[in-house]
């Protein structure tokens, strides 16, 4: 059997504010979505890719209270395609991005309606911790 690996990482925007639902165990789960630019030097508007974005528990909550339509954000995670019956019955897939680290980026000054200060530029994690897997290292390009 071949290895498998699932993690996305995305910078991006986000497009609307982020929406919070509590499911019956009581866990909050936050769904948004980020408008994410391809890395083409030719790029027009339409080739901007929209994402949606799930966050669990506690960083849910972290999400739907600092980020803001337009907050500029890194999130990582993997990727999950679910399928679902509409209300018409009809079968139908989403394709979403499953978080467990959110990072606001830009400067406080950017984020002055969006939140604490004290969040600005902190990586938060679904279990509350940082982003610490290498990234301070040199990145090659």
Known sequence: MAASF??????????????????????????FSIAVNPNKRDAKPEDT????I?????????????????SNVLVEGRLVIRSYDDKDGN???????VINTMQMLGSPRDRQDGGSEAYA???????????????????PF
């Open 54 to 70: 799930v966050a669990w528990d506690k960083l849910a909550e972290t999400c739907n209270t600092y980020l803001k339509k337009g």
């Open 49 to 52: 890719l929209f994402v949606d």
């Open 6 to 31: 699932n993690k996305v990482i995305l910078v991006g925007n986000v497009v609307r504010d982020p929406e919070i639902r509590y499911v019956g165990s009581g866990a909050g789960v936050t769904k």
């Open 121 to 139: 530029g902190a990586a938060v994690g679904g279990g509350g911790g940082r982003m610490d897997d290498g990234l301070d290292e040199e990145i």
């Open 91 to 97: 079968k139908r897939k989403a394709t979403e991005v």
